[in-house]
């Protein structure tokens, strides 16, 4: 028995290795994605109980400690965070598992110190790695919540010199470990490595300003799998090298699309800190003040609304804020009854991490065959007869397919200007994140509904009832 047991793990490891890759196929589809969630939960319990199996796990009685605190913690967070605020818990979690990972190497490093006086070059480097992927992740993630929490300013922060001073850390950084890997029983160059590791994280996220959080979400999502990949290596364990390699694949393949859907580079998010010149763009002030504003209340949007053939709502972060989806569920219901064809609009940036739009609507219990993507529902823009946008700003901005002087010039947008009537719900004409005036509020065929979205949205739907 004690001899198949090594086979017996290793086998395990492999079922969940396939389970973890056919639930991150099912994830990928709003149909599949409670089922892809059950699958992979059962390949990591498979995975834990097999690791726990192993001969090498001396503690039980910590690791039992563990698991309860951690289960404790876990349920708390499953019942009383708002899914509004799914996005910082999202990045708070990406935190601990850089962390977790950081942990390991630095456990690992002083276990190796005391028992043999030396590190061997290739664990010092899995080590080295471990540290800087882990200890960027945790306070890059935890500056990332601060933003998204608004316990720090969410506008980009910048300072002079700062990548200057981001090259000279990450030199040091380079050059510590050199010294380390010659030296592999120094102490202080390793603690120096993983302060330098730690302030890289701050650093890095600084820069980046809130609306580009969803990317640098993924971003840092694809970094804690790296880090568990590393700590797998420094731990000689499979199963946290395929699961540490999976998360960091896909993580990086959706950072990609989202900088495709926003029609900028990962370096330009990363280093431009877009979106810290608010100023308007897209014509001087004259111009602007030329413009018309046509504004409506909500009985008139609800007759609008109630008598048209076919509405596409179009959710963005307002919506989020104003925790207006179960609002916009009773809304879409009440046209139902009245036997208009509703569909949802979701475009790849809208909110604060990727499939914000669709974990709030799903928490209103939106059926999953109404949402679009942008791809799937710009063709039919034209065929609808009112498109109602909902705190959604620069993903609607028609400058983005002409202005090729505007910031968001060739970024992809869903195209509601085609629609027969906008209506546009939002507190004020304030800009988007880009700082780019809007040209959809001054058409003619948008009127703007001013007010919360909650509150905006429930009174439609009071109206919508009454037709």
């Given at each position: 028995m004690s001899e198949f047991l090594p086979t017996g793990i290793q086998l395990s490891y492999l079922v969940a290795s396939a389970l973890f890759i056919?639930?991150?196929?099912?994830?990928?589809?709003?149909?599949?994605?409670?089922?892809?969630?059950?699958?992979?939960?059962?390949?990591?319990?498979?995975?834990?109980?097999?690791?726990?199996?192993?001969?090498?796990?001396?503690?039980?009685?910590?690791?039992?400690?563990?698991?309860?605190?951690?289960?404790?913690?876990?349920?708390?967070?499953?019942?009383?965070?708002?899914?509004?605020?799914?996005?910082?818990?999202?990045?708070?979690?990406?935190?601990?598992?850089?962390?977790?990972?950081?942990?390991?190497?630095?456990?690992?490093?002083?276990?190796?110190?005391?028992?043999?006086?030396?590190?061997?070059?290739?664990?010092?480097?899995?080590?080295?790695?471990?540290?800087?992927?882990?200890?960027?992740?945790?306070?890059?993630?935890?500056?990332?919540?601060?933003?998204?929490?608004?316990?720090?300013?969410?506008?980009?922060?910048?300072?002079?010199?700062?990548?200057l001073v981001n090259l000279a850390l990450v030199l040091a950084f380079f050059v510590g470990s050199g010294f380390l890997v010659a030296n592999p029983n120094d102490p202080t160059t390793f603690l120096a490595l993983v302060g330098i590791s730690l302030v890289l994280g701050v650093l890095f996220v600084l820069p980046i300003g809130g609306a580009d959080t969803p990317v640098v979400i993924s971003l840092l999502n694809s970094f804690s799998g790296l880090a568990a990949s590393a700590a797998g290596f420094v731990l000689m364990n499979n199963m946290l090298i395929i699961a540490g390699a999976l998360v960091g694949a896909s993580g990086i393949i959706l950072t990609e699309l989202m900088c495709r859907a926003m029609n900028r580079t990962l370096a330009n998010v990363l280093f431009s800190a877009f979106g810290s010149n608010r100023t308007a763009a897209g014509g001087s002030a004259a111009e602007i003040q030329d413009k018309t504003v046509r504004s409506i209340d909500s009985d008139q949007g609800a007759m609008m609304l109630g008598y048209a053939r076919s509405v596409v709502i179009v959710p963005g972060y307002g919506m989020a804020v104003a925790q207006a989806q179960h609002a916009v569920r009773e809304l879409a219901d009440q046209l139902e009854r009245l036997g208009v064809e509703v569909k949802y609009a979701i475009h790849p940036v809208a909110g604060r991490m990727p499939g914000h739009m669709n974990v709030l609507l799903a928490e209103a219990n939106v059926p999953y065959t109404q949402l679009y993507d942008m791809d799937d529902i710009n063709p039919d823009m034209d065929r609808t007869d009112v498109a109602l946008v909902i705190g959604a700003n620069d993903v609607v901005?028609?400058?983005?397919?002409?202005?090729?002087?505007?910031?968001?010039?060739?970024?992809?947008?869903?195209?509601?200007?085609?629609?027969?009537?906008?209506?546009?719900?939002?507190?004020?004409?304030?800009?988007?994140?880009?700082?780019?005036?809007?040209?959809?509020?001054?058409?003619?065929?948008?009127?703007?509904?001013?007010?919360?979205?909650?509150?905006?949205?429930?009174?439609?739907?009071?109206?919508?009832?009454?037709?």
């Open positions: 056919v639930g991150l196929k099912q994830l990928g589809s709003p149909a599949t994605a409670r089922q892809g969630n059950v699958v992979a939960a059962i390949g990591m319990l498979i995975a834990v109980v097999a690791t726990l199996l192993d001969r090498q796990v001396l503690n039980y009685e910590m690791i039992a400690v563990g698991i309860a605190i951690g289960s404790a913690l876990g349920a708390v967070m499953a019942y009383k965070v708002d899914m509004t605020a799914m996005p910082q818990m999202v990045g708070l979690l990406n935190g601990f598992g850089g962390a977790a990972s950081a942990l390991v190497a630095v456990g690992e490093f002083w276990r190796v110190i005391h028992s043999t006086g030396a590190v061997p070059l290739d664990e010092s480097i899995t080590i080295i790695l471990s540290v800087l992927i882990g200890g960027v992740t945790f306070t890059g993630s935890l500056l990332a919540f601060a933003k998204l929490q608004e316990l720090v300013p969410g506008a980009p922060i910048t300072f002079p010199l700062q990548q901005n028609p400058a983005a397919r002409h202005d090729s002087g505007s910031p968001i010039y060739g970024m992809p947008i869903l195209e509601v200007d085609k629609a027969q009537h906008t209506i546009v719900i939002k507190r004020g004409m304030n800009a988007g994140f880009s700082g780019v005036e809007n040209e959809l509020f001054y058409k003619n065929k948008t009127m703007m509904l001013f007010g919360g979205a909650k509150d905006v949205v429930t009174q439609l739907a009071s109206a919508v009832k009454e037709l």
